[in-house]
């Protein structure tokens, strides 16, 4: 792995965290040249003007910082770790203290090596591990947002105020897939309080300031603006992330990232860094998105999500051109849950969502929109099915609980293929039809339907596609396959249509996925 990483932007449980804070704010410095001259209307190719040197530019973030700062706390936590159990599931360092390197059979090696072997046994007494973050409070009632890896297994939670003030803070609720969590406290006094923005006005360029609390000294405040928008960094399935050149450091996370007018449009949470330090990229959870869920964890204690049932992907230019789409665009349908909302709505594998409630979406966007439907409501899906455009009604569900069960990947590679086995030329594969050995070999289920892919040529384009021995096609083109006779015939029939890729679904231990192939001259023998 390259020793760049995401990490998250909080607390180690191994030393102090690194606050951080992005300070912004102040009045905008008056221009010192005139306005330019009016472009005359006939002018319509005029070279864009732009501001002058120092223009819009704030003078201090003074103001606007001292408004703020007293809204921001520090969150510390601790937690009992017992012998057997880790210190910390991520990767902000390792609280366990290494061993020095002494001369071999030294009285210091001994005594080490005996004092970490007692931190590791059963009867060993519990450790008390302590962390730090940051949150901000949203009403002068004392509830507080952060994130839910500054707060997760804590066994206690305290807050300590702009002014020095140390409260006890009880958990109203967590969320897993955005790392949101809301505190609680109890002040004899209202607290001050900041308000939400709208983080989808918030445009590229803008100007911003990430405050935190990360020592609970005081806040310390930095500046920059929104890098980018729409960042996915493969954190959890809604990823939306603002990219942001203010600096986010440890202990920071849970702190609000806000805009000029002193609204909260993000919640500081990860960075992307060698060494846990900024290097200007920063990423926060948009108030658009957080907001909901923060409103459900504050009166309910936790998050429904809309669900539709279906397991999608994006839209690549291959697999484009393999299903005739004239653009690459909306979320391709590769499996649908048995009796899901999906599957009542006699929506099918093959089929591309496009556009929901009208609004146009890809597969990426597609399962955060869903979500931030209420269960029960009806959507309305404008789905792409073998070339015809149609509009369906969905009735949305309720996001079932995660399965912490799953299936065993692993799978031997075949030695060589089964008999009746065919070669798919050019794309550097060879299926063969399933069978009893290979059901028991690749532990399929009893009634498996498809075409076995029994070998995978290396540095193939199938190769290059992830395929491997133990995989199954079961649709090419959208036609059901049970037998190599009937793929064949399939990219025959893509050929005579003078298509140039073909798609074929492939189902394994981790379900099934759309795979595009550039169709070759030959079709198999």
Not at 425 to 451: L, S
Request: net charge negative.
């Amino acid at each position: 792995m390259s020793p760049m990483s995401f990490r998250a932007a909080a607390f180690s449980r191994s030393c102090l965290a690194i606050g951080l804070v992005t300070a912004l704010g102040g009045h905008a410095a008056q221009a010192a040249d005139p306005a330019p001259a009016p472009v005359p209307a006939a002018a319509s190719a005029a070279p864009l003007r732009l501001p002058g040197e120092g223009r819009n530019m704030p003078d201090s973030f003074a103001d606007l910082a001292a408004k703020l700062l007293p809204a921001v706390v520090n969150v510390s936590t601790t937690e009992m770790v017992r012998p057997g159990e880790d210190d910390d599931d991520g990767d902000d360092g390792d609280s366990t203290p290494q061993v020095p390197n002494f001369p071999e059979g030294s009285p210091f090696e001994k005594f080490f090596h005996d004092f970490m072997n007692r931190q590791d046994t059963p009867n060993a007494p519990p450790r008390k591990m302590q962390a730090l973050g940051s949150g901000f409070i949203i009403d002068p009632s004392g509830v507080i947002v952060t994130n839910n890896h500054v707060v997760r297994h804590a066994d206690q939670i305290t807050i300590t105020l702009q002014d020095n003030t140390v409260l006890k803070a009880r958990l109203l609720g967590h969320d897993d897939r955005t790392d949101l969590a809301v505190l609680k406290v109890d002040s004899p006094k209202p607290l001050p309080a900041v308000p939400f923005g709208d983080s989808d006005h918030a445009r590229v360029g803008d100007w911003v300031l990430a405050i935190g609390n990360p020592f609970g000294l005081s806040g310390t405040v930095t500046a920059g603006i929104v890098s980018s928008r729409g960042r996915n960094i493969e954190q959890g399935p809604y990823d939306d992330f603002i990219q942001t050149d203010a600096p986010i450091n440890k202990g920071n996370s849970g702190g609000p990232l806000f805009n000029l007018n002193g609204e909260v449009i993000g919640i500081n949470t990860a960075i992307f860094s060698p060494s846990g330090g900024s290097i200007g990229i920063g990423f926060s959870i948009p108030s658009a998105e957080a907001q909901g869920i923060i409103d459900q964890l504050r009166h309910h204690g936790r998050v429904t999500r809309g669900w539709i049932g279906v397991r999608i992907q994006d839209v690549t230019q291959e697999i484009a051109d393999g299903l005739g789409l004239k653009s690459p665009h909306g979320a391709l349908i590769a499996g649908v849950e048995p009796k899901g909302p999906a599957a009542v709505a006699h929506l099918q594998t093959g089929d591309v969502i496009q556009s929901l409630n009208g609004k146009d979406i890809d597969g990426r966007a597609l399962p955060r929109l869903v979500a931030e439907l209420a269960g029960g409501s009806v959507a309305h899906l404008g789905i792409w099915r073998k070339g015809q455009q149609m509009n369906v009604a969905i009735t949305i569900g309720a996001l079932p609980e995660e399965k912490t069960d799953k299936a065993d990947g692993a799978t031997a590679p075949a030695k060589k293929p089964a008999q009746g086995s065919m070669a798919i030329t050019g794309m550097g594969f060879t299926v063969g039809e399933i069978d009893d050995i290979a059901r028991q070999k690749y532990n399929m289920a009893e009634g498996q339907k498809g075409v076995l892919v029994t070998g995978v040529t290396d540095d193939s384009p199938a190769a290059e596609r992830g395929l491997r021995p133990g995989d199954v096609v079961t649709e090419v083109q959208q036609s059901a396959v049970n037998t190599p006779a009937d793929l064949r015939r399939q990219l025959d029939a893509a050929r005579a249509q003078h298509r140039k890729t073909v798609l074929f679904l492939v189902q394994n231990s981790d379900g099934l996925r759309w795979v595009p192939f550039p169709l070759p001259d030959g079709a198999g023998h």
